[in-house]
Structure formats: C-alpha cells, structure tokens
C-alpha cells in the first residue's frame, strides 16, 4: 500500500471519529442547572455578597474604585500587587466569587480571571 493511500486512509478515519464523538457530545444534554437563568441568579448573589463586603471594607472599596479608568495591564498589575500584600482581601475575594467559579467548572465554562469579570 501506498503512502498516500495510508494517509488517505488515516484522515478518514481520524475524520469519522471526530464527527462520531461530536454527534456524541452535542446529543448529550446540558449539565443540570447550567441555563442562563441560573447564571443570573448566582451572579446577583456573588454582586450582593461583593456589594455588601465592599461597604463593609471602605479601604477595599477605594482601591478597587480607584482602578477606574486605567489600562487593563496596569489595571491588572495594581490588583496582583495589591492582592499578594493583602492575603486575607484575596481569600474573601475569591469565597464571594466561588459560586461562580462553581458554576463555570460544573457548566464546562473557562475560568475567568477576577479583573475580566
């Protein structure tokens, strides 16, 4: 047999198996609780939990409102300084966003990062 003929015949293959796993993929149904409302309803708790912290911790909520208006890499930059001099802000940082972080691991969403959201 050729080589060609071999190729010819791997891509085939390799074709049929990745159409067969798709038509598998998109016959599946969605995971449970991953529809838009329910998105809605955990980003307005994890709003309300960081609204409510925010007010509660005036010195967090000036440095994160002072950020408006800067380039995303400062920006970015900023948060990280800050949040590395500042362990236990990032640790209630990231327990008022874990729902969200729950439901886009569950959901097969990517991870997003806390300044693009």
């Keep these: 047999m050729s080589v060609l003929v071999r190729s010819a015949g791997a891509i085939v293959i390799a074709g049929a198996a990745l159409l ?3 038509a598998l993929a ?12 329910d998105q809605a309803g955990i980003l ?5 939990s960081l609204s409510a912290y925010m007010f509660t911790h ?3 909520n000036g440095f ?5 208006g800067l380039p995303p890499e400062e920006r970015r930059a900023k948060v990280d300084a ?5 362990p236990r802000v990032e640790a209630d940082m990231q327990g008022i966003r874990q729902p969200m972080t729950d439901f ?8 997003a990062g806390m300044a693009d959201d």
């Design 20 to 22: 067969g796993s798709s």
């Design 26 to 37: 998109a016959s599946q149904p969605p995971p449970p609780n991953c529809s838009i409302a």
């Design 44 to 48: 307005s708790g994890v709003s309300a």
């Design 58 to 60: 005036p010195d967090v």
């Design 64 to 68: 994160f409102s002072g950020l408006r």
């Design 82 to 86: 800050y949040l590395d001099m500042n």
């Design 104 to 111: 886009r691991a569950r959901c097969g969403l990517p991870p």
